[in-house]
């Protein structure tokens, strides 16, 4: 869950900084994950006053700009068509990093004539794409802060973002203003009053709802919805678009980013429908089995029977609670819209979800809960929103169903927090925080607020009151031993993986290493580390002065060790933990191998090669395996700068989940460790790797095919930078169903193709499960191929 301080603030009255709120939020249990502030990636530039500006002696594109800066007039060397006397830029002085180029700003030459900074755009600072031209400021002070110009002048783009991980039991606070009133309740601010809207209908809905018998129970609960007619559909307003862009949402339209921001900023997922493509009524009900609907993200599912879909006249139109359909989505076209808002039933959304596998926002949500109270006001809130921003006028509200009774309420007993968690907290501030929280107190019962579905009992209300109070002030209390003896030893599933791990890289044929956890400052610097807060108080000796970062060290020393002794091919490896930080908590455990020199000695069949990355690759996987590993992962680029830049990657499940890393060490690392010739080597962090679903030894029962598979080859030409995966990727995606492998035979580069441009050629392997393809199949399918790849690599068909 993303949002920014400002969207946060329009629900909290408060002075607390961010760091105050992301510590906050974590103590009382909402953790935070990543916190972005645009300001301190910005305190670096300031702005300048161009002067003078004289076309480059030496260069037509460049101009030589006399700038004044913070730092006095400097002379700086710009090639934007814009560069000229007068205008007020932003600086980058010499020592300035620049995130958008990845670059620290330097004093140097330019054709011959020197440049003491750099004036820079909005895509080198990471601010938009815009960079046809240097950023031109309306006004501004030389030698002011460019974060502090900004803060003033445009707060949006220094707004900063904080994203918190949100429990299963915790539905509330997947809404800004649930994130507030635990913050509020805590006392690091107010809850400002929560806005309010009833917008009388002026005319009868066109379109009715309705709702099945056998749908209302386990499937859902209220159908609500109102047409509003005569609407523009343009850009929604640009705070909103703001607000989306900085939580990583692409603006498509108002109508769409008024839905999204309801789905954020209290929980409450809409949809709205374009109603002059919705024939007839929409009716909610269970499909048959074998009805199809294109949806909105461009795919087509099949349901079966016992989903529930919205449908109107002509069929479905949409999956209930989970994504609409691209026949009745709004467009820029779109005048007359039919704004819908449901209460769905949580296990049907995650079944159905899970069946068709899609990941949306609303499913996200409503299969962990919304306030269903919150349902008629959402409702009205988007209506009044809707015609503030798209104009047009409201009809009367249409329903079907009911909102389900949630209503409960627990004995709220204040010495059970002294038993439970061994914390005195006085009973005038429980009962004063669990008000704050929305609870209703009458008498000793505590009426649970409709959006706290995670409040099912007494101890509920204590574990409120605890988090509230402080999640730091809980005490660990020794249990009375059940049993008298010794208890039977158990290893942990990390103990165990890390057995496995030992004795799978053993039989791979690598001699295992023990080394010191200490490394002197200059290896450990190599690998990230030699900083003060591992650095020995009293080491041993000045080549045992820091904990080490890395495994990977200590094996290229004894490689180094061993290679001065004349033994050259070696295959080590080490399981031990990595510190990365003077706490306890700051060790890693991870299984590193290390492979140099060649594969085996001479011989008279020439089987004797030098190791490579992919030796490196094939021992990673294999006892990544042997420790549980899924075996569908991502092979990805962009790991620590001790790796070969392109000779290296890393093992994911997706791009924040990194198993490990296999690859060549970079040279530099070699020569400063004395490595001779090139070293590969693996990294693997087994607590990375997920816990199997299923506990038991037993496999899943085999599923073969009897019918013929069939393969078919493509050849498309591609820019020369895109990457062989992103086609493979695309293709695989066409029908994840019918397509068993897709892989690369071929590269092609050069000859007719032209510069920049390559051809890869990949076979793709059809398995059918139900019946034999027919040559209209397979064409279908082609089709879907040569269509995917092009939108997703820009690539065409090679003729």
């Known amino acids: 869950m993303k949002f920014t301080l400002s969207w946060l603030k329009d629900h909290l009255e408060t002075d607390a900084t961010v760091a105050e709120i992301a510590e906050t939020l974590t103590d009382i249990g909402l953790e935070v994950e990543d916190v972005q502030d645009p300001a301190e990636r910005l305190a670096g530039f300031t702005l300048g006053r161009v002067t003078k500006a004289d076309k480059h002696p030496d260069a037509d594109k460049l101009t030589v700009c006399q700038v004044e800066t913070a730092e006095g007039m400097q002379q700086i060397i710009c090639g934007a068509p814009n560069a000229r006397q007068g205008i007020t830029a932003v600086i980058a ?245 039919f704004l819908e808002a449901a209460l769905w039933d949580h296990v049907q959304i995650a079944e159905t979800g899970r069946a068709l596998k899609i990941h949306s926002d609303a499913r996200y949500r409503f299969e962990r809960g919304v306030d269903p109270e919150f349902n008629m006001p959402g409702l009205e809130l988007a209506t009044r929103m809707i015609l503030d921003l798209c104009g047009g006028e409201a009809s009367e509200v249409v329903t079907a169903g009911e909102v389900p009774d949630v209503s409960r309420a627990y004995r709220l007993d204040t010495d059970r927090v002294q038993s439970l968690v061994g914390m005195e907290i006085p009973a005038d501030e429980q009962r004063a925080t669990l008000e704050a929280l929305g609870f209703r107190l009458e008498g000793d019962m505590a009426h649970v607020p409709s959006w706290r579905p995670d409040v099912m009992g007494e101890a509920d209300l204590v574990e409120e009151v605890a988090r509230i109070a402080s999640l730091t002030r809980l005490e660990g209390r020794p249990m009375p031993r059940a049993q008298v003896g010794v208890p039977k030893p158990v290893l942990s599933p990390l103990q165990k993986r890390e057995t496995n791990a030992r004795r799978t890289a053993a039989a791979l044929g690598y001699n295992e290493c023990v080394t010191y956890s200490f490394i002197d400052s200059t290896a450990a610097a190599l690998f990230g580390g030699g900083g003060d807060d591992t650095m020995l108080a009293n080491p041993i000796s000045s080549e045992m002065s820091h904990m080490r970062p890395d495994l990977l060290p200590g094996l290229l020393q004894a490689a180094a060790r061993n290679q001065a002794r004349g033994q050259t091919d070696l295959a080590l490896f080490e399981v031990g933990h990595a510190f990365h930080g003077g706490e306890p908590e700051d060790q890693r455990l991870q299984v590193s191998g290390l492979l140099v020199g060649r594969t085996g000695p001479k011989d008279v069949h020439g089987t004797s090669r030098t190791v490579d990355l992919y030796d490196a690759k094939a021992d990673a996987e294999a006892v990544l395996s042997a420790i549980g590993a899924p075996a569908k992962v991502q092979i990805l680029r962009g790991a620590a700068d001790w790796w070969h830049p392109g000779r290296h990657g890393k093992i994911c499940l997706g791009p924040k989940k990194v198993l490990g890393v296999f690859g060549e060490l970079h040279p530099k690392v070699s020569r400063a460790l004395d490595v001779k010739g090139p070293a590969v080597g693996f990294t693997i962090w087994p607590a990375e790797v997920p816990q199997p679903r299923r506990s038991g030894a037993t496999r899943a029962a085999l599923q073969i095919s009897d019918l013929q598979p069939v393969e078919r080859d493509f050849a498309f030409v591609v820019d020369a930078e895109v990457e062989a995966a992103a086609l493979v990727n695309a293709a695989a995606g066409a029908d994840k169903q019918l397509i068993e492998n897709v892989r690369v035979f071929d590269e092609f580069v050069g000859g007719s193709l032209g510069e920049n441009k390559k051809s890869l050629a990949i076979t793709v392997r059809l398995q059918p499960h139900e019946k034999t393809l027919k040559d209209a199949d397979i064409e279908a399918v082609s089709r879907k191929i040569v269509e995917k790849v092009e939108k997703a690599t820009g690539g065409v068909l090679r003729g």
């Not at 607000?243 to 008024?258: E, F, H, K, M, Y």
């Not at 374009?274 to 795919?299: C, I, M, P, S």
């Open 93 to 337: 002085s010499p020592g300035t990093y620049v995130p958008g180029i990845d670059t620290t700003i330097g004093v140097g030459k330019i054709r011959g004539v020197e440049s003491h900074g750099m004036m820079c755009s909005e895509r080198e600072m990471e601010l938009s794409d815009e960079h046809e031209g240097i950023i031109e400021l309306p006004s501004g002070e030389v030698g002011q802060r460019f974060s502090d110009w900004l803060a003033r002048n445009d707060p949006a783009k220094v707004d900063p973002v904080i994203e918190i991980a949100i429990t299963p039991n915790r539905p509330d606070a997947l809404g800004v203003r649930g994130i507030a009133l635990d913050l509020a309740a805590r006392g690091l601010g107010t809850m400002k009053p929560a806005p309010e809207a009833s917008v009388p209908g002026t005319f009868p809905s066109p379109i009715g709802v309705s709702i099945d018998d056998d749908t209302r129970q386990g499937g859902c609960f209220l159908f609500a919805g109102r047409m509003i007619r005569g609407v523009t559909n343009g850009p929604s307003p640009e705070w909103l678009q703001d607000r989306l862009r900085a939580i990583g949402l692409r603006p498509i339209s108002a109508l769409v980013d008024i839905t999204n921001f309801f789905t954020y900023d209290r929980n409450r997922p809409l949809h709205v429908f374009d109603a002059a493509r919705v024939a007839g009524d929409l009716r909610v009900h269970r499909a048959k089995g074998g009805e199809t609907l294109q949806a909105l993200d461009e795919r087509e599912y099949t349901f079966a029977p016992g989903m529930v879909v919205i449908s109107d006249d002509t069929g479905v139109e949409s999956i209930g609670g989970i994504m609409g359909g691209e026949h009745t989505g709004c467009t820029e076209e779109t005048v007359d819209v």
